[in-house]
């Protein structure tokens, strides 16, 4: 865990050191007027973000909120959860689509809401359930949400900078040698080493809520088995239904779009063929060394979640 929080705060450190000293540059370059613009459009947008988000994830995932009445042994669950993990208990939802997933969303402890598709409830046993649950209320302890909202803002600036100096770059600067151009293919390459950075601080998220719903009592097995129900239930997917979710699988507990390649690996596991992963086959994979094709790399760098195969290896290292 100790690594996972010193990867976390570096990343923070570096990320904000790169947009600092751009910014910095730039403003003196251009006088403090057109610095201060990028600042408040990227704020701005953050802002935007952070207030009407939640609404939006709503809108897109069909979200419906039910009572204990409806569902007793979800808010059950949840209520069980939340007082473990020591934060007000969520709005719990039912997310009407047929992706079997859950999430976490809110603005704060406050405004936290966790939901899950039917589909999924239709395919975890108990434990599995909790574990997934709990995985949802860790991304709400850590208030990683916010974490990455606070991180996607300096890609967001970039872009906006080299949107604006590479092909608006003309007038003063350009006849001033077009400088502007090349301070917007600088920016550009910054706004994709800082994207891949962003990316790399979501895939660290999804260890760190790993660690913490077994934190929380959930048996590691119990979640193994749960993201292997998972990229199951997605491979066997409407190709269409997963693209509709793309700009939200950052929220999912897995990547949908990844469930095909991922279902191959994880069934090697899956030694006994019984559609779940017990202590044993656990415990046999975590040792095992995993090499994973330079395909497989550049996906996982690309991607807002973990390997699975590499997630669950990490489960298995986990002493319950």
């Known amino acids: 865990m100790f690594g996972l929080h010193l990867r976390l705060y570096l990343l923070l450190a570096l990320l904000f050191g790169i947009i600092y000293s751009v910014l910095t540059v730039i403003g003196a370059a251009m006088g403090l007027y057109n610095f201060y613009i990028y600042v408040i459009i990227g704020f701005g947008l953050m802002f935007l973000q952070y207030m009407i988000g939640p609404k939006l994830v709503e809108l897109s995932m069909r979200v419906e909120y039910v009572d204990k009445k409806s569902y007793p042994e979800l808010h059950n669950m949840v209520e069980e959860l939340a007082q473990k993990a020591h934060i007000p208990t969520p709005r719990i939802g039912i997310a009407r689509i047929s992706i079997p997933n859950a999430f976490a969303f809110g603005r704060g402890f406050s405004d936290s809401r966790v939901c899950v598709s039917e589909s999924l409830m239709r395919l ?42 590479f092909w608006f770059g003309g007038g003063r600067r350009r006849s001033q040698g077009g400088g502007g151009v090349l301070i917007g293919l600088a920016a550009f390459v910054l706004y994709f080493i800082t994207n891949l950075l962003v990316l790399y601080g979501s895939r660290i998220r999804e260890y760190f809520a790993d660690q913490g719903s077994v934190a929380l009592g959930n048996k590691p097995k119990e979640l193994a088995s749960a993201l292997y129900k998972l990229v199951y239930g997605s491979a066997r997917m409407d190709k269409r239904a997963i693209k509709d979710s793309e700009g939200l699988k950052a929220f999912f507990v897995n990547d949908p779009s990844r469930a095909t390649k991922e279902i191959r690996e994880l069934a090697e596991i899956d030694s006994d063929k019984s559609g779940t992963i017990d202590s044993y086959e656990l415990a046999a994979l975590r040792n095992k060394k995993i090499q994973l094709s330079f395909g497989d790399r550049l996906m996982e760098i690309l991607s807002t979640h973990p390997n699975m195969l590499k997630r669950i290896q990490q489960l298995s290292a986990i002493k319950a």
């Open 124 to 165: 975890l046993s108990e434990g599995e359930l909790k574990a997934v649950i709990g995985h949802e209320i860790s991304h709400i302890k850590n208030r990683d949400v916010l974490t990455i909202t606070l991180l996607s803002v300096i890609p967001m600036i970039l872009y906006y900078l080299a949107w604006n100096f």
